[in-house]
């Protein structure tokens, strides 16, 4: 899995909702390719599960499936009341995982 | 019928299908541009980039640093600029410094005339000699990672700036014979760069809308087809096979020379690496 | 052998023009979308069997794709998501799909709002669903059409 871009205002007010942006560099093989050469179907290869946190409590997660394209992008939301960390990460299918981490000012 | 008679008859015939062909769904370019509204920029004395010959929703991505996803690539040639490799030990910054600085408006001038090597030299090309003659280090593979993140940060660098490459002087017979290219017909199809690219511009071909061909200001660009970053000689490989005509591999004369001719096409556009397109 | 060689011209050119014309409608105006069963079958498995409720949620998506590789998909519920009243869970479907789940969002009261935004792939031109699940138990479904062009310039 490659280098995550994560985007999250730098101060919000509290009680703000906020819209996040994430994006990470992978092929997302969904198992229905076929290698052009041999004629073999490409293993299955995909990050099926990301979760976003916020001070430690999940707010968003999503499975994924083949479906979705390769470098994934992914926005949503966050309702603010406190300074504190997000925390962002990425599971593939074999085990490999990615973290992004921001922080906020909420005043 | 005498025999030239219905050669020509013929040829007519087959230019009015594939004219049917090409007219099926109409569209119209000015109308993309009327939309476009505040995207003057990129209409330059009526060159058209090919930004404007995409859906909303493709501008929109290509608009959003955190949903284009050639700024992967952007990121990882910057970590690529400061990264020692080869027998030299040195790194980009070892000779160039601060990218931003030193590599400021490099991409808006290439392919440019190389007097050592008699012939033009590409960005990618440029790359990799720094690479094999400066740092003792191996070079990248077209259309492979490493490659692709140097030369889209290098032209993500001169972002904005205006496309200027060089054709007087000794870039005068490569130009020429990138010209040259650009009006063959090649392949099964009989096909020149220009029957889609300036003929039907602005029309749809099945479903595709025909940009003018003014990608000098795109490339690398990551490609909703694609679903990652990729070269422009890429990109002209894809065209060349739509056309049923053997394509020449990335970097060949061939594809240098008809960059510049493509490059020129796109003089005062803006630089949009990495531009998003369909 | 000018017969011979005019006559090889008009099949090319019949073919062309064939070719373009053939994929241009067989690209624009079949909507292939799953049979009512198929679509209720998917749907069932999400709802456990309950009939979601028409509206009151948002799918955006292009009316034509640009590219079936990468295809925009918004997605959101009117909801206020707070703690009595918000969408737990979005799921989006596009029933010709080799694997028909694309992908599904949970959401918590700290959402803010049930919203998200991703890009996924589409095989062929048809009619996408989302079906959320609300914290009432209850579940809503939208649904598009897509039309997805098939080849595209430039391999």
Request: charged share 25%; hydrophobic share 35%; aromatic share 8%.
């Amino acid at each position: 899995m490659g280098k995550a871009r994560v985007k999250v205002p730098k101060t919000a007010k509290a009680g703000d909702i906020i819209t996040i942006k994430t994006l990470i560099k992978h092929k997302m093989e969904s198992g229905n390719r076929k290698d052009k050469k041999t004629g073999k179907k490409i293993p299955r290869h995909i990050i099926d599960k990301f979760t976003a946190k916020y001070n430690g409590e999940v707010f968003f997660s999503s499975d994924w499936e083949g479906g979705v394209s390769a470098n994934p992008y992914c926005a949503f939301t966050c309702r603010v009341d406190k300074s504190g960390d997000f925390e962002f990460t990425w599971h593939d299918e074999k085990g490999e995982v990615t973290t992004a981490k921001a922080s906020i000012t909420v005043s | 019928m005498s025999t030239k008679n219905a050669y020509m008859d013929t040829i007519g015939r087959k230019l009015a299908a594939l004219a049917a062909g090409f007219l099926l769904t109409a569209g119209l370019a000015a109308s993309t541009a009327a939309l476009a509204g505040d995207k003057s920029k990129y209409e330059v004395d009526g060159r058209k980039s090919g930004y404007l010959y995409s859906n909303p929703e493709t501008q929109a991505i290509e608009d959003d640093d955190f949903a284009n996803g050639g700024m992967l690539w952007v990121e990882k040639g910057a970590e690529l600029w400061k990264k020692v490799d080869g027998k030299a030990g040195k790194s980009c910054a070892s000779c160039h410094g601060d990218a931003e600085k030193s590599m400021k408006g490099v991409y808006t001038v290439y392919p440019k005339y190389v007097k050592k090597l008699g012939k033009l030299e590409n960005l990618e090309q440029r790359i990799n000699r720094c690479r094999t003659e400066k740092m003792k280090a191996k070079p990248w593979k077209w259309d492979k990672d490493n490659l692709l993140a140097m030369a889209t940060y290098i032209g993500y660098l001169s972002r904005g700036m205006p496309m200027n490459v060089k054709i007087d002087g000794p870039a005068a017979p490569f130009f020429e014979k990138g010209k040259e290219f650009f009006f063959k017909r090649r392949g099964q199809l009989d096909m020149s760069c220009k029957h889609c690219h300036i003929d039907n511009a602005g029309k749809h071909i099945r479903a595709d809308l025909l940009s003018e061909g003014r990608g000098g200001g795109a490339f690398p660009a990551y490609r909703l087809k694609w679903q990652k970053v990729g070269s422009l000689h890429r990109r002209f490989k894809g065209c060349n096979k739509n056309i049923r005509a053997q394509p020449y591999k990335q970097g060949a004369d061939e594809y240098v020379n008809l960059e510049l001719f493509v490059k020129w096409r796109s003089r005062g556009l803006p630089v949009e690496v990495p531009a998003v397109r369909r | 052998m000018n017969h011979v060689k005019i006559k090889v011209m008009d099949r090319r050119t019949f073919l062309i023009g064939a070719g373009v014309s053939a994929a241009t409608l067989a690209g624009l105006s079949t909507i292939a979308s799953a049979t009512p069963e198929e679509a209720a079958a998917f749907i069932a498995k999400i709802t456990g069997g309950k009939k979601p409720t028409e509206g009151g949620m948002k799918l955006e998506m292009p009316e034509i794709a640009e590219n079936g590789a990468t295809v925009p998909v918004k997605v959101s519920a009117d909801t206020p998501q707070t703690d009595k009243d918000y969408c737990k869970s979005i799921t989006i479907i596009a029933t010709k799909n080799p694997y028909p789940r694309l992908c599904a969002f949970h959401f918590t009261p700290r959402s803010g709002k049930a919203f998200a935004s991703i890009r996924v792939r589409m095989a062929t031109t048809q009619e996408v669903m989302a079906v959320a699940e609300m914290s009432d138990g209850s579940f809503r479904i939208a649904r598009t059409t897509v039309k997805v062009t098939i080849g595209g310039c430039g391999g």
